[in-house]
């Protein structure tokens, strides 16, 4: 009874065995496939010109209408599409939530909060895109004290601070970012005259970089890929053109040079709204719907997640920097001299105010109610002063517009900081006994390392 047992096994063995092997085969050439996708996030945006594509309240109402369509485009597709193929949106400061909470009703704004917290709308830490090298580095600091507000008061992550289009970058930002709590930035440049080498060839396209107080900042920086056309990889408007940007860092990336600069899988493609002074389109969502393949994956992204994925694979396998790139743009606010000294005198003028009312406050707890939204206005002003489009005026604005703002963004946080010491001297001083904290406030001022400044 035993004699056909084990030709009956065999022939059960090979029935088994050799779909089975199929399958596994099949699986590893699917995870062989999916090890080599390129993965391209790209990241739809809208750069902000303020006072040079248009003016304040014309860039507030725009802020709205470009949130609220992104919004509205993210309900829509959390419906009907996969998490990677949703709609998103890049603002480029804190600013944009700024003015739509200040313009909006409270329901307005939580939904924006909600869409922030969900990943579908993201911002860095900045008020706007700035030229650091000439900004005090208080207040750098301090012109992120909003979206620090954001954080405690709704649990909102802001991970991102970023410096664009001009071509040089101060050594000590990073750590300065860092310490205010960002980890990650980008960095796109214009093909404008400049006297920075080699934006077309930089020594790294990614890295981290290293600050003077030894903490890390993750940085892309890609060479310009066009040295004639920055709305290309390494421009500050990558994602402008989408379905050739994807194909660029992938289909044609080991024969345009691409590949062999970046030799990542993980790869970021951001910046669409380039100088247009509003964006409403779902032109790099549609590319990301129907260029994917089984050799690329264009994903919507909101920035953020690039980092994220990119830092938890390849972070402890990029080069560290440790280097500054210059000032070019950053040296604009001479031009106005008096006025950019009276706002640098002013931050010096605002420790001591600040300290004189905290002693105040010690006594009388109520004197400082009512002051919050001067203050948080002057934070922001401490920022935006230094806007990148600092010039006599752009195409849509007129020179003595921008250069009466400058001057307006310069009262306002003298008004702030000036009413802050008054307040303090007529509210029952002679109760607080300080016999001259003014002199060492100000001594310790002067000794400030002013990284940003270098």
Known sequence: MYTNIIPRLQRIS???FIPLFTVLSNLVLVSETHSEQKRVFMAPDDHTDYFWSATGDEYRQHFQTMLDYYMDQADISRAVDPPEKQSRFSAD??????????N?????????????????ISAPMNPL?????????????????????LERRYGAQFPLAIAMENAGMSYGLGSVWAGSGAKYSWKGVCNCPSRVPELDNRDQEIYNWLGPDGSTILMKWNSL???????????????RKPGAALDLVTTNAASNGFAARYPYNTIGVFGQGWDDVLTTNLDIQNTCKTKSDNTRNCIVSNTNDFFDEFSALYGDKIPTVSAGFGNEWDLAPASLSEVSARVKRSI?????????????SLKDPSFLKGRDI?????????????????????????????????????????NYVNTLMARRYRRETERVQVPCPQLSIRRASRRTSLWSDS
């Open 348 to 360: 010096e003028k605002l420790r001591a105010a600040e300290a004189l009312a905290t002693l105040v």
């Open 374 to 414: 001067e203050r948080d206005k002057a934070f922001l002003n401490l920022g935006l002063y230094f806007e990148h489009d600092f010039e006599y005026g752009g195409p849509n604005v007129a020179g003595s517009v921008r250069i009466a703002w400058q001057r307006q963004v310069a009262r306002q946080i003298e």
């Open 93 to 102: 400061g804190s600013l944009w939530l700024y003015e739509y909470e200040k």
């Open 129 to 149: 895109v700035i030229t650091y090298g000439g900004v005090p580095v208080e207040a750098v600091i301090r012109s992120m004290y909003y979206s620090g507000q």
């Open 14 to 16: 090979l029935r088994f």
């Open 104 to 120: 909006r009703s409270p329901g307005d704004f939580q939904r924006l909060i909600d869409n922030i917290k969900s990943g579908h």
């Open 225 to 239: 890929h066009d040295p004639a056309d920055f709305t290309s990889i390494g421009g500050y408007a990558e994602a």
